[in-house]
């Protein structure tokens, strides 16, 4: 009798199901609810496997897993993510210029993971608990949030710049002159200062 392997659908749906585009969490489900009705039939005749669902659901009775598994957006659409613009009016409803916990909650089931609504979040200039309004990313509003961010951060690592608020500033313009006097030269100037902290002459 020839040797075949045993198939296990748990390992073999997985990356069947990413391919698909299932949301990780309905991943998770399938694995732990449906794969298990898959059962590996070998036909020692033809010598191949399957593996073939014995389960409850008529819709999958006698359908190997792939073939299961490409019923999916029909017979399970929630195991997907909404198409874009669903998702980019849950986003606009969840951070915009209105923030909702409710679309939040929509938004967060709807993508999945919560590394995913974080990105997302972040997008839009959101930490994603705070109700505090973010900006569509790439709209004028989100450039001008990035661009404060950015003289705020630039300000708070320049000793130079009259808005610095750390505890010694001669020691750090000093340790940042002894590390690099090209890069101090640089931020005395972004700060519209020489080294020594006179006004540059126009």
Known sequence: MPKHEYRDARVEAEPL????????SAILEFLDQFAPQFVHVYDPVDEKSELVYRGTDPAWRGLSLAEAIATLKDTRPHYFYAEAPEIEQLAE??????????????????????????????????????????????????????????????????????????????????????????????????????????????
């Open 93 to 202: 409803a969840a951070f915009g210029a209105s923030p909702s916990l409710t679309a939040r909650g929509k938004l967060r089931k709807e993508l999945g993971t919560d590394a995913a609504y974080r990105e997302l979040a972040e997008q839009w200039g959101s930490d994603g608990v705070s109700l505090k309004p973010g900006a569509r990313p790439g709209s004028t509003q989100a450039k001008q949030k990035q661009d404060q961010k950015t003289d705020a951060a630039e300000v708070r690592n320049n000793p130079w710049h009259p808005s610095w608020r750390g505890a010694d500033r001669v020691a750090a313009q000093t340790s940042i002159i002894r590390t690099s006097t090209k890069l101090a030269a640089g931020l005395a100037k972004a700060a519209g200062v020489t080294l020594a902290g006179t006004p540059l002459r126009s």
């Open 17 to 24: 199901l990413r391919a698909a585009g299932v949301r990780p």
